[in-house]
């Protein structure tokens, strides 16, 4: 009698004959179960295929476009020259002049100026540095008023600590110090 084959909880049922049928599951998994059984990489693949499609267009858009930068250009270098001859050179210069006179009359007139969008901006900007810099002032003067007082307390703990584990030479607290300690704070209890 033949026995059947057990392989990873599935059972390969053997025939009498010398064939064997192969379990072939369902769903084909690729990838560790506990790394995701491959989806990771075809997410991946996925992200991959998109960013190359994508460059791929603006690849296209960039050549199309300096193409048209191209055919500016010469259009450009074309009136340049047009205006460049002598017919065109006498209003040229009256046109030149006539800039000159509105930036001299502008700068000239005696309006306030407008504050411009920028400029809200950058006050704005520096009143919240001003009042940046004063949080952070007093927020130093704390800082060294709390370390001063943890200062003057260690120190005196110190000084309260050294007095009161003085011992006699036979191993003895003395009391003097004791009583000092203890009538010190019976006096600042009753102020």
């Given at each position: ?13 053997h025939?009498?004959s010398s064939?064997?049928r ?6 084909k ?21 998109q960013y ?7 690849l ?5 476009s300096?193409?048209q ?10 009136t ?11 209003p ?6 006539i800039?000159?006179e509105?930036?001299t009359k502008?700068?000239?007139g005696n ?13 704005e ?8 810099e ?5 927020a130093?003067k ?8 943890l200062?003057?307390y260690k ?9 009161l584990?003085q011992k ?22 009753k102020?």
């Amino acid at each position: 009698m033949v026995k059947p084959h057990v392989s990873k909880g599935k059972q390969l049922i053997h025939s009498s004959s010398s064939r064997s049928r192969n379990y072939k599951p369902f769903h084909k998994v690729f990838g560790n179960v506990h790394e995701g059984q491959g989806y990771a990489d075809k997410r991946k693949r996925k992200i991959i295929n998109q960013y190359r499609k994508i460059r791929k267009h603006m690849l296209k858009e960039k050549k199309e476009s300096s193409q048209q930068m191209h055919d500016e250009k010469t259009d450009k270098t074309r009136t340049v020259k047009e205006e460049t001859s002598p017919k065109f050179k006498q209003p040229r210069k009256e046109a030149v002049s006539i800039i000159k006179e509105k930036k001299t009359k502008r700068t000239d007139g005696n309006r306030k100026s407008k504050l411009t969008r920028f400029s809200k901006v950058e006050m704005e900007f520096k009143q919240q540095k001003l009042i940046k810099e004063k949080q952070a002032q007093e927020a130093q003067k704390i800082r060294e008023e709390k370390k001063a007082a943890l200062d003057r307390y260690k120190s005196s703990k110190r000084a309260r600590h050294k007095k009161l584990s003085q011992k006699s030479k036979k191993g003895q607290p003395i009391m003097k110090y004791h009583v000092e300690h203890l009538l010190k704070k019976i006096k600042s209890d009753k102020l």
